[in-house]
């Protein structure tokens, strides 16, 4: 089987493509067929040795796989050979195989297709847990979203929607911004060309917003803070933008403000069945239509490289997936 390696902390053209032995599951494994899988800022950041996981090498970027199960351990009864699945890979999912185990892996719904389903898992499920069990975010409230385009972004914007909130989403181009209006946004702001606060002032008066959803960190956090309302929450999820900003906590008592962290990854080690919990949920609204993940490209593996640059020079809207030809 054809798999995008990494065998040293270096940018996506260090990856390679090589042909490994086919994948042969332990008792308590499944292997599938990869057709599809999801990538993300955090492949961008674990490939340069600069995420809080760092496997061991040579691994293959890329953790939402759907495909087909080839075969199963002699202890698993849950799948068997020709289920279509989606979910976690125990191994790498750029690759044509990935090992992964039943607690990790659920039936691909009728009517939703494998590059979708490889597409939204851990988009969707960081902003409904950041935005409901972290953000507390009740109807009727303000949300303003930084990188509201990208891929977390863009499903806080449509989960805040959906959750009754007024939606603010912040983006570096008029293109950008057009994608969260679609989306369910219902001010935007520029906060490369506008002044951030200057904006919010003008769309809350001396309220200021009630969450903000930050993946973007760096010289985008000061501003976005000040920006708070009284009682408001913070919601810490990542630092695209590169540096991880240092808040000056008077801000917090100035609004009576949490700064509040979200990690889903964290989350699914700490608390898996809260985890499988708000997958399920997740994937039943994929199921039915409620939410539209917004797949924006795709890229034969061998472009995986192209696709986690593409992530890196700000290119990407919503989600983008590598698919195998499998
Ligand atoms: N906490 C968690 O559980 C969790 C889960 C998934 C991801 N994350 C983190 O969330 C962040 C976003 O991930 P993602 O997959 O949504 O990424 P993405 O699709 O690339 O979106 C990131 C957004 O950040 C903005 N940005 C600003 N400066 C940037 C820069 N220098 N380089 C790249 N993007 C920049 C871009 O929008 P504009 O051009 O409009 O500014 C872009 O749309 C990453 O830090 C990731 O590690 C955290």
């Not at 970027?61 to 125990?90: M, Y």
Request: glycine share 12%.
């Amino acid at each position: 089987m054809r798999a995008v390696l990494c065998k040293q902390w270096g940018p996506p053209e260090s990856l390679v493509v090589e042909n490994l032995p086919d994948l042969s599951a332990g008792p308590d494994e499944v292997v599938v067929s990869v057709k599809a899988c999801g990538v993300a800022f955090p492949d961008v950041l674990t490939i340069q040795g600069k995420y809080q996981i760092k496997p061991a090498f040579p691994f293959s970027p890329g953790n939402e796989i759907a495909g087909i199960v080839s075969s199963v351990g002699s202890n698993i009864t849950a799948f068997k050979p020709g289920d279509a699945v989606l979910g976690r890979g125990k191994t790498g999912g750029c690759a044509e195989e990935v090992i992964a185990t039943p607690e990790n892996l659920w039936p691909l719904p009728a009517g939703v297709d494998f590059t979708v389903a490889a597409g939204f898992g851990m988009n969707y499920a960081t902003s409904y847990h950041a935005l409901r069990d972290r953000g507390q975010l009740k109807a009727g409230e303000t949300l303003m979203v930084l990188g509201a385009s990208g891929g977390v972004g863009l499903a806080a914007v449509e989960l805040g929607k959906m959750m009754g909130a007024r939606v603010i989403a912040c983006a570096s181009t008029e293109e950008k911004l057009e994608t969260c209006r679609r989306f369910g946004a219902d001010e935007v702001i520029n906060y490369e060309t506008g002044n951030l606060r200057d904006a919010v002032k003008q769309l809350t008066g001396d309220k200021g917003v009630d969450v903000i959803y930050d993946p973007v960190g760096d010289r985008f956090a000061d501003p976005a803070v000040r920006c708070m309302a009284w009682g408001g929450r913070y919601l810490v999820v990542g630092f695209a933008a590169g540096a991880i900003p240092k808040i000056p906590l008077n801000l917090a008592l100035l609004k009576g403000c949490s700064i509040v962290g979200v990690w889903w990854g964290g989350l699914t080690k700490a608390d898996p069945k809260r985890a499988n919990a708000v997958f399920a949920e997740l994937l039943a609204m994929v199921a039915s239509g409620k939410i539209k993940p917004y797949i924006s490209a795709t890229y034969p593996l061998e472009r995986t490289g192209d696709a986690l640059k593409d992530l890196m020079t700000r290119k990407v809207q919503g989600k983008i997936v590598v698919v195998t030809g499998r």
